[in-house]
């Protein structure tokens, strides 16, 4: 596969990035729309769409404990790398969380499933299925905690477990794929009409973020607050671009001997750019964006050529 045949696949991205980062520029939206159309995102569209993908798993189809400790330890030992560097660096949990997110969430969902579907064909379908499950919903998971874990101020810890307990109770993004799972456990059928309506809010999820990216990306600063982080987006680009593919290619060739095309699909999936979970959470939780912005646009960019110079050295 060629660097054009990739730009193909990825250019919805940057065209919707750009959507939004022009409207805002002709004054169309204004500065409140990011947060806005983030809360949409969160609390509606994301939602929706966790609770599609659970509710219409089976357990035959996800069920490749060698892929999915290849992909999934793959993906949480980057996110356990940043977080600890994070930490180190005297950075809060919350934004350490953060940037484990954007060194290890795979964007599956809006270029995973595209650009398998070219590169491997339909079988590579249902490892996309599970990396998607992996990234969207446990580490995605993990990040909401450790934000929550950091953002109270309880000093019991009794007292802290139980007031991170009832925010997590709360949240969107937790509730509705344990709500989602009740069907394939159970054994029955999404009504219809219901799937109906999680297809077209569903699908609203990933398009909504990246319009909102680029308005946030519109937005003017200072000279000094643009420059700042380049340094840092650097290191988590590279952690998500490099290490992530090769951690997850070792784990995949020496540690659970998976055949070759699970192996592909595995490196693949891990090799995707930053999807926007990263900047949904910075924006719902008021944490500091810049950093998350640049990398999901760097990484999206520069993965045009790490993806196909692993598509061509493959074959």
Not at 57 to 83: K, M
Request: hydrophobic share 60%; proline share 6%; glycine share 8%.
């Amino acid at each position: 596969m060629s660097v054009f045949s990739t730009l193909l696949i990825v250019a919805p991205v940057f065209a919707l990035i750009f959507a939004g980062w022009l409207v805002r520029r002709l004054g169309v939206l204004g500065p409140q729309a990011t947060t806005e159309i983030n809360r949409f995102v969160v609390y509606l569209a994301l939602p929706a769409l966790l609770f599609d993908i659970v509710a219409h798993v089976s357990w035959a189809e996800i069920w490749q404990p060698g892929f999915i400790a290849a992909f999934g330890l793959g993906a949480a030992l980057v996110f356990a790398l940043t977080c600890a560097l994070g930490r180190r660096a005297r950075r809060p949990l919350a934004d350490a969380a953060i940037d484990g997110l954007n060194a290890a969430y795979a964007n599956t969902g809006f270029i995973g499933f595209p650009l398998v579907l070219v590169a491997l064909g339909r079988e590579a379908l249902a490892p996309t299925l599970i990396a998607s499950i992996i990234t969207v919903c446990a580490i995605f998971a993990v990040a909401i905690v450790l934000i929550e874990i950091d953002l109270q101020t309880e000093s019991s810890r009794g007292r802290l477990a139980l007031k991170v307990g009832k925010s997590l109770a709360r949240n969107p993004l937790l509730v509705s794929p344990l709500l989602g799972a009740v069907f394939p456990l159970s054994g029955v059928a999404v009504p219809h009409s219901v799937d109906s309506f999680l297809k077209l809010l569903g699908g609203a999820a990933s398009p909504c973020a990246l319009v909102a990216l680029g308005l946030f990306l519109a937005a003017e600063r200072k000279p000094s607050t643009a420059a700042a982080g380049k340094g840092h987006a650097a290191v988590l680009v590279t952690l998500k671009l490099l290490l992530q593919p090769l951690l997850t290619w070792l784990l995949a060739r020496f540690v659970f001997g998976l055949p070759a095309a699970l192996t592909h699909a595995a490196v693949l999936l891990a090799a995707l750019p930053t999807g926007t979970g990263p900047f949904m959470l910075a924006e719902l939780y008021r944490r500091p964006a810049q950093v998350t912005s640049r990398v999901i646009l760097v990484s999206t960019l520069l993965s045009l050529l790490t993806v196909s110079g692993y598509l061509m050295l493959v074959g």
